[in-house]
């Protein structure tokens, strides 16, 4: 017990000790302020988004609903109702997405539809801006991932050669007692400094928007994890008997190998392992067996159409001339004949995400990055969950209108009651 009293004091000098030097340490207060003033923008930039797409979201709403009323109103049957009705699908931001909007920049998280050929319309999306597409934007995983270890490294990189320049090395482990204690200790301080000021603005946004504490916890556990692991690589090799710049060298090639090169390398050796179609093969897919089904006769365009949907086979013949059943039955054959192209498509994004998640474990920022992403919901998973929703929602459309469209029955205006609506409900997976 008096072993362990003697050991516990002498941490504890040690500890006070240094907060001493490190509080008068003008290096360390302007690295705080400056990691404080990069996640206060990072954070406010993803506010900012987050504000701006649910804004988005809102008003798009209002004007996709009195479209469609007065669209409706103004057709006198089924398939022109259904033509010229557009309904708006969206994959609303959650709670955290502003420290992580990965996907959210790339794929679209929203659509117009209207009851065609639903693979010609689910990878439209908006022209984005080149730039953000070439840097990506500047969020706080990204500050996370990429820039606080970088940080760190500039802070720690000298940790011992400063005190050996100074001529202060052998004096300062006389006194400390421990050689290895107190080069933790100064590391240890000035990591949690760098870690508090960038935690506390996104701390103080998620309250704000409202983001659940378990998910602010696990964010803050990441951050917290990815810091030290960078500073035991800065406190190991701070013990190299080298000049500070052969150091800081060493360690900027390293968090250049695990934060850039490894990850770009896995990602080309990824794709080349898993080739997908592309999402314009898919469209051109589409769009060419629609394009295709006005030369053909009726009879075969309804043949595959009737194999996914026999219910609809006795219902009223289909003559030569313009129908508005086939029209739309030929739209589907369309969306037929691509969806193995689709599935491929959907298959290989998730094997490949999963084989990318696999070589994070070897690049720190990367697995640091996706899990904030993972956190926020703006990761493939999530992109592909919306997409679902979309196709589903589609199928509710046809679903809708095939009764009208295959049994001729009569068009009535107040039916728009009844129409399908999206719901993003299902959102937080």
Not at 96 to 123: C, N, T, V
Not at 184 to 195: C, D
Request: aromatic share 10%; proline share 5%.
């Amino acid at each position: 017990m008096n072993a362990l009293n003697i050991g516990a004091w002498s941490g504890l000098r040690s500890l006070v000790r240094e907060a001493g030097f490190l509080a008068r340490d003008r290096a360390l207060l302007l690295w705080v302020l400056v990691v404080l003033g990069l996640s206060s923008v990072a954070v406010w930039a993803g506010l900012s988004e987050v504000r701006q797409q649910r804004a988005s979201i809102a008003q798009l709403l209002e004007a996709d609903r009195q479209d469609r009323h007065s669209q409706f109103a103004a057709q006198s049957d089924w398939g022109s109702a259904a033509y010229y009705s557009f309904h708006l699908t969206y994959d609303p931001p959650a709670d955290f997405a502003f420290a992580a909007l990965g996907l959210r920049d790339l794929l679209p998280w929203k659509h117009r539809l209207r009851m065609l050929a639903l693979e010609g319309q689910i990878y439209e999306q908006d022209v984005g801006n080149p730039v953000l597409a070439l840097v990506g934007r500047f969020d706080f995983a990204f500050l996370a991932a990429m820039l606080l270890p970088l940080i760190l490294i500039f802070l720690l990189h000298d940790l011992r050669a400063a005190e050996r320049t100074a001529g202060r090395h052998d004096l300062l482990v006389a006194v400390a007692g421990n050689a290895r204690t107190v080069w933790w200790w100064r590391a240890g301080l000035k990591s949690a400094a760098i870690g508090v000021a960038a935690l506390l603005p996104l701390w103080v946004a998620g309250l704000v928007s409202g983001t659940a504490p378990m998910v602010l916890l696990a964010a803050t556990g990441l951050v917290a994890v990815h810091l030290l692991f960078w500073m035991a690589v800065c406190v190991g090799l701070a013990a190299w008997q080298r000049p500070a710049a052969v150091i800081l060298t060493a360690l900027v090639g390293l968090w250049l190998v695990l934060g850039t090169l490894l990850p770009a390398a896995g990602r080309t050796a990824i794709e080349a392992a898993v080739p997908i179609p592309s999402g314009a093969e898919i469209l051109l897919t589409q769009r060419e067996a629609v394009n295709d089904a006005w030369d053909l006769p009726v009879a075969a365009t309804m043949r595959p159409f009737l194999a996914r949907h026999p219910e609809w086979a006795g219902e009223r013949p289909i003559g030569e001339g313009f129908d508005w059943a086939w029209y739309y039955a030929f739209q589907q054959v369309g969306d037929q004949t691509a969806e193995p192209l689709s599935e491929r498509y959907r298959a290989g994004r998730m094997e490949r995400d999963r084989l990318a998640g696999l070589l994070a474990w070897l690049a720190p920022p990367a697995l640091v990055e996706r899990a904030l992403q993972r956190l926020a919901r703006t990761d493939l998973r999530a992109a592909l969950a919306y997409e679902e929703r979309v196709r589903a929602f589609h199928a509710r459309l046809r679903a809708f209108y095939y009764p009208g469209l295959f049994r001729g029955e009569p068009f009535e205006p107040s039916a728009l009651a009844r129409l399908p609506e999206f719901s993003a409900d299902a959102a937080a997976d």
